[in-house]
């Protein structure tokens, strides 16, 4: 019984220093939940709580800047090799007009926006052709491609789904749909049997392949 006052008085003591429960559970041998019990018959200051959540603030920013540069050292050895790799596919001509294609209406990785996976948005099924076909030999296979539809709300949408269904030989039920509303004051040209949309490609599980698209761009620039 002694024992176990003194290790609350510990416990408390080292709370009223600032000190995390996982600082103070390496020093003091119990349960999370016997130390917030201790803690909670134990009403701390306003100035305690304040150096608890400075300290705990502190080591988030410390985390996250870790994880920061973890991830732009990453990003820049993924590029880097990219590089490399530009050099020797920059004759290939389906490797180079797959990369501008994707330079031109692909997403890419911003400082604001990272971990950005790649996808390709276009209303022209020639272009989409071509990146398909760039994509499978160079970036990634069948099953990792997702589809999604962008249409005016007062579209066919039937007629939409059926085009870029046949085109590139998707099942309808993959084929995600996304609506824009329509202003009434605005008078569309692309409307009636012909408008098919908007057509997203997007490849699952590619953040680093979009860096290393970023280096093959940076490749192109360097040795076209």
Not at 32 to 42: Q, V
Not at 48 to 61: G, L, S
Not at 131 to 140: D, E, G, R, S
Not at 184 to 207: A, C, E, P, T
Request: aromatic share 12%.
């Amino acid at each position: 019984m002694i024992k176990k006052i003194e290790l609350r008085e510990k416990a408390i003591a080292l709370r009223k220093k600032g000190v995390t429960y996982t600082g103070i559970m390496d020093k003091v041998p119990v349960a999370k939940s016997t130390l917030a019990l201790w803690f909670k018959e134990t009403k701390l200051s306003t100035p305690q709580y304040q150096r608890i959540t400075e300290k705990r603030i502190a080591a988030m920013k410390r985390g996250w800047n870790t994880v920061r540069q973890n991830r732009i050292q990453k990003t820049k050895k993924i590029e880097k090799e990219g590089i490399k790799e530009a050099k020797m596919l920059i004759n290939n001509r389906l490797w180079l007009a797959g990369v501008l294609l994707y330079w031109a209406e692909g997403s890419k990785e911003k400082s604001w926006r990272t971990g950005e996976m790649m996808n390709f948005s276009n209303m022209d099924p020639k272009m989409h052709a071509i990146f398909i076909k760039w994509a499978l030999k160079y970036i990634c296979s069948k099953d990792q491609l997702y589809y999604e539809l962008y249409l005016h709300e007062n579209s066919n949408i039937e007629i939409a789904k059926n085009f870029w269904c046949r085109k590139f030989n998707i099942d309808p039920s993959m084929l995600k749909l996304y609506f824009k509303k329509d202003k009434k004051q605005l008078l569309r040209k692309n409307n009636g049997n012909n408008y098919f949309g908007l057509l997203r490609i997007g490849i699952r599980r590619s953040v680093d392949l979009n860096r290393k698209i970023a280096g093959w761009i940076k490749g192109v620039v360097r040795y076209i």
